[in-house]
């Protein structure tokens, strides 16, 4: 390896992290695009989803489409059905993590 092709990879600016944060109420007609951003807004995007346990879920593609969608607006027709697919995943994860209720045996003692 040269001493230049080592200075060019060495200064090749590294792939910026990207993040998108999506809400859904009960309700609304779409998800919602509520936070969006690269490098340093990103790292505190996820940050603060991992610190309320909110799951963080990688997709580069998904994420590439929702940057493009302005904040507070909901996410169009076209990708209903991926999001859709994700949180109906991500509520069939949370459910199961929810420990069971523990039923007590009545005690008939009158």
């Given at each position: 390896?040269?001493?230049?092709?080592?200075?060019?990879?060495?200064?090749?600016p590294k792939d910026l992290r990207t993040a998108v944060a999506i809400a859904y109420e009960a309700g609304s007609r779409a998800p919602v695009v509520v936070a969006a951003g690269k490098?340093?807004?990103?790292?505190?995007?996820?940050?603060?989803?991992?610190?309320?346990?909110?799951?963080?879920?990688?997709?580069k593609e998904l994420v590439a489409l929702l940057m493009g969608i302005d904040l507070d607006k909901e996410i169009p027709?076209?990708?209903y059905k991926v999001v859709a697919e994700l949180l109906?995943?991500?509520?069939?994860?949370?459910?199961?993590?929810?420990?069971?209720?523990?039923?007590?045996?009545?005690?008939?003692?009158?």
């Open positions: 390896m040269s001493a230049a092709s080592l200075f060019k990879k060495m200064n090749k490098g340093l807004i990103a790292e505190q995007i996820i940050e603060l989803a991992k610190a309320n346990d909110i799951y963080v879920h990688e997709s027709p076209s990708l109906a995943w991500l509520y069939q994860i949370d459910a199961a993590m929810v420990p069971a209720k523990k039923v007590e045996p009545k005690n008939d003692e009158s």
